[in-house]
Nanobody, 125 residues
Framework: VQLQASGGGLVQPGGSLRLSCAAS????????VGWFRQAPGKGREGVSC????????NYADSVKGRFTISRDNAKKMVYLQLNDLKAEDTAVYYC???????????????????WGQGTQVTVSS
């Protein structure tokens, strides 16, 4: 079971990035996926999550209206579109998958079972 986040980079305030989370070794279709981030000196923060069938999404208040999560199960991919980026969005971003559960996914990292390596997002002028 492997997850790999990619798409990070250096962007100016107000810019955009699209992060991708690729799954291998398992069928992503049945898993909820969450995006998390960790800034230097801070704890891990839940950013967004999406249910296995895309019927449910959730966002942290700090990113609502700016970030959009989506998935393509046929391609085993989950995406996070980051728009109107701010300096405070600077962090390492991780994707994680949760084993099938009979409830909506959350932004709590403890509920996720598989984690990928992160991708660095730096917002700076």
């Amino acid at each position: 079971v492997q997850l790999q986040a990619s798409g990070g980079g250096l962007v100016q305030p107000g810019g955009s990035l699209r992060l991708s989370c690729a799954a291998s070794g398992f069928t992503l279709d049945y898993y909820a996926v969450g995006w998390f981030r960790q800034a230097p000196g801070k704890g891990r923060e839940g950013v967004s999550c999406i249910s296995a069938d895309s019927s449910f999404t959730n966002y942290a208040d700090s990113v609502k209206g700016r970030f959009t999560i989506s998935r393509d199960n046929a391609k085993k991919m989950v995406y996070l579109q980051l728009n109107d980026l701010k300096a405070e969005d600077t962090a390492v971003y991780y994707c994680a998958a949760e084993l099938p559960a009979f409830r909506e996914p959350s932004l709590l990292s403890d509920e996720y079972d598989f984690w990928g390596q992160g991708t660095q997002v730096t917002v700076s002028s």
